[in-house]
C-alpha cells in the first residue's frame, strides 16, 4: 500500500503538465567574476549551462570525471569569452574521489557564489560501483550529499550564496517514496526508472534538510527540473533503450539553452536572493509530490547518507 496515495492531488500533476510547456525567466544582469562551481560539465546541461555563466562574466570551477574533455571545455570558454576556468577530477561513482574533491572545495579562500549539482546519469541495468554501492543512487545523489555536507562550515561563513540541485519531474516515478532500508536495490526488482526517481526524490529529501541548516543564512537551496533536453544522458544504456529514447523522447526534446537560462536565472537573479526549499519547473516554482515532502523519510535518509558519506554528528 503506498503511504502517499490520499495525498496525491491530481492539481498537482496537471501544474506539472501545464508548466512543462513554459519558457524559462530570462536574468540579463551580470556575474563577473562570481564563482560558479558546476559537476558534470563535460557534456549536455552543465556544459551549456558553463557557457551561459561564462557569457556574463563568471568565474568556472568544473568538477569533472574526464580530464581531456575538461581541458576542452575549459580551453574553449576561455577563447571564446575570456573565462577563468578551472577544474577539479572526481568520478562521482567512487567515495574517495568526492570526497577529495570535497575537501579541495572547502579549502577554497574565496566564496563560492553558486553551486550546480549536474552530474548524473542513468542506467537501465543494475550497476554496482567499487564501494558496493548502487551506481545510480551513489552517482545522482550520494556524491551531492557528500559534497553538500562537506560544504557546510564554508557556506555558513559566507554572507550569500545558492546551491542548486539539477533534478528532475523524474522523481514523480518514485510514486511511493524511497526504500530506506534498501537504497542500492539489493531486495527489490531494479529498473532504469526507479533507480533514477529514486535517486532524484533523494536529493529533493536532502534539501528540506539543507534548507532548515542554512535557515537565518544567505545560503540558498533549490532545486530544478531542466525540462526534457537532448543531451548525451542515456547514451551507455543499450541500443533498444536508445532506439526507444530517440522516437519517445528525444523528438519533443528543447535546446540545451533553455536548461542553461533557467540555471542562470536560478543561481544569478537577485529575484531569488531569499527563495529556499524549492522546486522548480525550468524557473516556474512547483508544488512538490507528497514523497518529496516526508520530513521523516528526510531525516532518516540524511542519517544513513551520513553513514554511507563517512560522517559523523557534530
Ligand atoms: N536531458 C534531460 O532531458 C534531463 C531531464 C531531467 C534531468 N536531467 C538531469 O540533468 C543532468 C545533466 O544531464 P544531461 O542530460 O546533460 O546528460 P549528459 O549530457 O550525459 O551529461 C551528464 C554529465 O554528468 C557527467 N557524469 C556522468 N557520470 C559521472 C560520474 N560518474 N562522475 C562524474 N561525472 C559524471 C558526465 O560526464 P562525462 O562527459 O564524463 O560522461 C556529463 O558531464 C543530470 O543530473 C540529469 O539527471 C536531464
Redesign the pocket.
Known amino acids: 500500500m503506498n503511504p502517499y496515495l490520499k495525498q496525491y492531488q491530481w492539481s498537482n500533476i496537471f501544474a506539472m503538465i501545464h508548466n512543462l510547456g513554459l519558457d524559462p525567466k530570462i536574468c540579463t544582469a551580470d556575474f563577473y567574476h562570481r564563482l560558479v562551481v558546476i559537476?558534470?560539465?563535460?557534456?549536455?546541461?552543465?556544459?551549456a549551462a558553463a557557457r551561459k555563466y561564462a557569457s556574463h562574466g563568471a568565474d568556472l570551477l568544473l568538477i569533472?570525471?574526464?580530464e581531456q574533455?575538461s581541458e576542452e571545455v575549459c580551453d574553449a570558454l576561455r577563447k571564446e569569452f575570456q573565462t577563468n576556468c578551472t577544474y577539479l577530477l572526481?568520478?562521482?561513482?567512487r567515495l574517495s574521489d568526492v570526497h577529495a574533491a570535497a575537501k579541495r572545495l572547502a579549502a577554497l579562500d574565496g566564496k563560492i557564489d553558486v553551486l550546480i549539482h549536474?552530474?548524473?546519469?542513468?542506467l537501465t541495468k543494475k550497476t554496482r560501483t567499487e564501494d558496493n554501492l548502487e551506481a545510480v543512487f551513489q552517482?545522482?545523489y550520494l556524491s551531492t550529499f557528500i559534497l553538500n555536507y562537506s560544504l557546510l562550515e564554508k557556506l555558513k561563513a559566507q554572507t550569500s550564496g545558492r546551491i542548486l540541485f539539477?533534478?528532475?519531474e523524474?522523481y514523480r516515478f518514485a510514486v511511493a517514496g524511497l526504500h530506506l532500508d534498501d537504497l542500492s536495490w539489493n531486495r527489490h526488482p531494479y529498473s532504469g526508472l526507479k533507480s533514477y526517481g529514486a535517486a532524484?526524490l533523494a536529493q529533493l529529501l536532502s534539501m528540506i534538510k539543507l534548507t532548515e541548516l542554512y535557515q537565518g543564512t544567505g545560503i540558498t537551496v533549490n532545486a530544478m527540473?531542466?525540462?526534457?533536453?537532448k543531451?548525451?544522458?542515456g547514451?551507455n544504456n543499450g541500443w533498444l533503450y536508445k532506439k526507444l529514447k530517440s522516437i519517445l523522447v528525444d523528438r519533443s526534446?528543447r535546446p540545451m539553452d533553455v536548461a542553461a537560462e533557467a540555471l542562470y536565472y536560478l543561481g544569478a537573479s537577485p529575484e531569488l536572493e531569499h527563495i529556499s526549499g524549492k522546486f522548480f519547473n525550468l524557473t516556474t516554482v512547483e508544488e512538490p509530490a507528497p514523497p518529496a515532502l516526508d520530513r521523516s523519510a528526510a531525516e532518516t535518509l540524511w542519517k544513513i547518507s551520513m553513514d554511507l558519506g563517512g560522517f559523523y554528528e557534530k
Open positions: 559537476t558534470g560539465a563535460t557534456s549536455g546541461i552543465g556544459y569533472n570525471r574526464n574533455k572526481a568520478d562521482f561513482s549536474n552530474a548524473g546519469l542513468y552517482t545522482n539539477v533534478n528532475s523524474a532524484k527540473h531542466p525540462g526534457n533536453i543531451t548525451n544522458s547514451q526534446a
